[in-house]
Antibody, heavy 116, light 107 residues
């Protein structure tokens, strides 16, 4: 059974940093693109970033370019999102998902709150 | 960026009804389109990818169609578990973008 479990969310002040993790199991992690999505409270879904199987190709939404970095550790079946210079508008539930073009499987999400 | 516009934003329907949700792209996305269902407090669940391919395990009452800029999600014979919010998402070009969502409510 495919499982994705996010962690690392929490309350952070504007300008601060957080590192999200996503632990994958139930499939060959190193064979799949992985994606981060987010959803602000009461709002719609937003694609944030994705990465290919070996980490050599990455794409980001403009609003996070230069501030967020997606990475992975295939030996540990883990996906990461390093978030720096956080802003109020980054407050959201962050989901990791398997797949390049769309999220075939999703985790339960982790809440990031940016507030002073 | 490609803008995705869903209509309606909300719809009320009864169990057994047929419902159609439309998604329009600001430029052509070929068939690089997915539909998701999301229930309150839960992660989205993919229903359809590549415009019309039903995800394994999704009931056949869900049907997707369209290509280019105009797409539809049709749910025939609504069931109680279908009341949720539905989103379309294009994957033709980065950044991938979503429609604003359509909330399907019980009449």
């Amino acid at each position: 059974e495919v499982q994705l479990v996010e962690s690392g969310g929490g309350l952070v002040q504007p300008g601060g940093s957080l590192r999200l993790s996503c632990a994958a199991s139930g499939f060959t992690f190193s064979s799949y693109w992985m994606t981060w999505f987010r959803q602000a409270p009461g709002k719609g879904l937003e694609w944030v970033a994705n990465m290919n199987e070996d980490g050599s190709e990455k794409h980001y939404v403009d609003s996070v370019k230069g501030r967020f970095a997606i990475s992975r550790d295939n030996a540990k079946n883990s996906l990461f999102l390093q978030m720096n210079s956080l802003r109020d508008e980054d407050t959201a539930v962050y989901y990791c998902a398997r797949g390049r073009n769309w999220g075939g499987y999703w985790g339960q999400g982790t809440l990031v709150t940016v507030s002073s | 960026d490609i803008q995705m516009t869903q209509s309606p934003s909300s719809v009320s329907a009864s169990v057994g009804d047929r419902v159609t949700i439309t998604c329009r792209a600001s430029q052509g996305v070929s068939n690089w389109l997915a539909w998701y269902q999301q229930k309150p407090g839960k992660a989205p669940k993919i229903l359809i990818h590549a415009s019309s391919i039903l995800q394994r395990g999704v009931p056949s009452r869900f049907r997707g169609s369209g290509s280019g800029t105009d797409f539809t999600l049709t749910i025939s014979s609504l069931q109680p578990e279908d009341f949720a919010t539905y989103y379309c998402q294009q994957a033709n070009s980065f950044p991938y973008t979503f429609g604003q969502g359509t909330k399907l409510e019980i009449k």
